[in-house]
Every structure is written in C-alpha cells, then in structure tokens.
C-alpha cells in the first residue's frame, strides 16, 4: 500500500496538468468541453475512489495468487513474451467484466459513476467507483492463470492497463486512420459514454477494440449522430458518493416494492434498468426519452460558492497527498481518521453545491469535529508528528469551513428556499 501511495503521488499531478493542457486547448480554440461544477465533481470522485483504495475499503472475494495457485498448468518466467500476454490477458478480462456491468442490474451500480457526467474530457476519466465493494476480476484472470502469469506480472501491469484508458477521453482528437482498427481511441470512446440509441452499450473494450468487433459490440462515431453524454436517468446531484450507490438505492426501493418474490430476487441478476411490472406501473421514473433535448444538471451557484467549493477541492487534494506523502509515518488509525474525514468532507461540500437541505448542518458539524481533532493532535503531538505547517492549514481548512458554511445558510438565496420549503 506504501508504494501504491507514492505512485499516486506521481500520477494524482500528472492527471491534472493533462487536464489544465486540455482545458487551456479549449480555450485557444474556442471550444471549451468542461463546465466549473462538473468538474469539480468529478474531481472529487476521483478523490473518493483513491481514498477508498487507500484505505482498503472493500472486499476481495477471490484473489489472483489463489486461482493461480489451483489451475496453473505451467510456470511461466518474467520475459517480454510473458508481460504481452499478460496485458493481453488483461484487456480480454476487463472486456467481459465490463460488458456485465453494462448488462446486469447490480452489477451497473458499480460503473455508472464512470458515465454519470453530462460532458465528455479528461476529468469525467476520473469518475471512478467507491461502491465496488468486492473484488472478483479475478475470475476474468482465468486464461491468464491456466497459463501461469505470475502475480507480480499482473500486479505491475494493472495499473498501467488502468492509466492506458486516460488519454481517450477527450471530444479534441478526431478519429485516428488505421489505428482505429487496432486500439480503443477518443472516437470510439465517445460512443461509449453516449446516451444515444445508436451507442447505447457499444465499444466496451479498453486498450483493443479487437474485442469489441470480434464478440459484436462495436459502433463507429457516426457524423449525423453527434454523441450526447451521460445516463438514461440522470443522476441530478454532484455528490459521487450519492451517486455511486444511487442505481443501488433504486434496486433495493423495486425489489421492497414488487409484491413478487421472485422478482425481489431476479430484479438484482435481470438486465439493466429492468423493473418488475407491479412496480413499473406505480412508481413511474424519470429517464432521457429524446437525447437532444436532454437539460443538463445545473445549480448555478454564485461565483462565491463556486470559489468555496474550488478552495474545498484544493484543501482536501492537499491533505490527501500530505497523508501520501507520509503513509509511512502515519499509524493505522491516523490514516483511516484522516482518509473518512476527506471523504466526509467529499460529502459535505458537494452536497452544498446541491443545496441539500441537510448539508449545511452536515458540514457545521464536520469542521467543528476538524477542530477537536487538530486540539487533539496538538496534544498528542508527541505520539503522532503532523508538521507545523499540516496542522495550521487543517486548522485554517476547517474555521474556514465552517465560517464559510454559516454564511451561506444565512445568505445564500437559493439555500434559504431549499431549508423554508
């Protein structure tokens, strides 16, 4: 896990000045693909999902070095020829483990974090899930296993495998000649996170599009069919935590409803978005019927709440890669104390730029427990080392947190409705 901290202290930078390089394209061309909130939003996702695997929040149901340990036929040693077919061995797992999140109910709760932005860039790359709580890709690793790939092969490669699927998330490269017919590439990528009829559930591979071709998913980007982004039912909130267990929520709500039993069960195993028709009939759900007349998620928060929640985003980016940084110094329970106080944190300010009603609250509540536990550490100084400096920004991070807050409830127009209604 310590090493797994310091390459995200490389990759978390590198990340964001190819979006900052995006973005400023954007600008020189006239054609700016982000909005303000949306990425911030998807900023904080992505925060979410390294905190969740830092922390080691999730499950693992069947590991890589047990199945390769049980159906191993040969033993394979650390050549070029090995790591080829290892990354093969990858891109053919993560095409059918892909495909059945886009094919199965509760499998869909996992992955549609990754689709429920409205725009299409590099930070909607960053919407990945907190809500895959246990781990099977394993099972996708089979091929790989029987040939006898050792762990620390695909251990090495994962991520990389994983890093390979940035660079395509952008509406600023066309299509790319005869690469296309080799590799995944923006265009096919565009029609995957499209919501269009003619997308829907198309180009599921990661690396090769091979697969897609071979097993009948492909769609090329057609130029009469402009690509119009996000989900069937709109996830209308900026809070990723919210929305990675929403399609969960929506499971359990049918199958509490559905006078069947044998639909309280199928519900979770039945394609996506299938409901049972007891349920269809009386609780009726908002989806996109026509793509183009589809109105993006806007709050349209004053400039001020837009600098907040920008201030919220930096502040908690820096305490995440401060505990990075130091992962070796800090003990288990400062490391969890830290990682769930950002995550609250994730909570609360997106939450804020929803107006929830409770957010406010949420949030007085937040800081004030940032400020017991600075007192505490300044205390315990000698037991657990922060740094000077770590500790007057936290305590900064949460008095402005919590000035900031009250303003708001106080003052803050469309926030005032949301609490008189």
Known sequence: MEAYAKALLIGIPFFLVLI??????????????????????????????ILKDTLGLAIVLISYPFILKHIALFKMESTFLVYFIAFIALDFGNYWQHRLAHKVNIFWNKHLIHHSSEEFNLA??????????FGYFALFLIPAAILGVPNEVIALLAPIHLFAQFWY?????????????????????????????EYIDKNLAAIFCV??????????????????????KPVKTWNPVLINFQHFWRLCQDAWRTRKWID???IWFMPTGWRPDDVKSNYQMETVKNPYSLNKYDTSPQKKFTAYAIFQLLSITFLMLYM???FENLDAISTMTIGLFLFAGIFGFTS?????????YWEIIRASLGLILLIYALIYHSK????????????????????????FMKYEVRFLKKHKQ
């Open 264 to 266: 309280k069960v199928r």
């Open 169 to 197: 998330h952008t509406q600023h490269i066309g299509k790319l000649g005869f690469l296309e017919y080799i590799i995944v590439t923006p265009s096919q990528h565009r029609v995957h996170h499209a919501i269009n009829p």
């Open 384 to 407: 657990i080392y922060f740094g000077a400096f770590t500790l007057i920004f936290f305590g900064f991070y949460n008095l402005i947190t919590l000035i900031s807050t009250l303003y």
């Open 324 to 326: 990075f940084a130091n």
């Open 124 to 133: 909607c790359a960053l919407r990945q899930p907190v809500a895959g709580i």
């Open 20 to 49: 900052i390089v995006e973005l400023l394209y954007g600008l020189l061309k006239k054609d700016i693909k982000y909005r303000t909130i949306d990425t911030i939003s998807s900023l904080a996702s992505g925060i979410s999902n």
């Open 352 to 360: 804020l730029l929803d107006y929830s009603k409770w957010a406010g």
């Open 211 to 232: 697969w897609d071709r071979m097993f009948g998913t492909f769609q090329e980007e057609l130029k009469e069919v402009p690509p119009v982004y996000g989900v069937l």
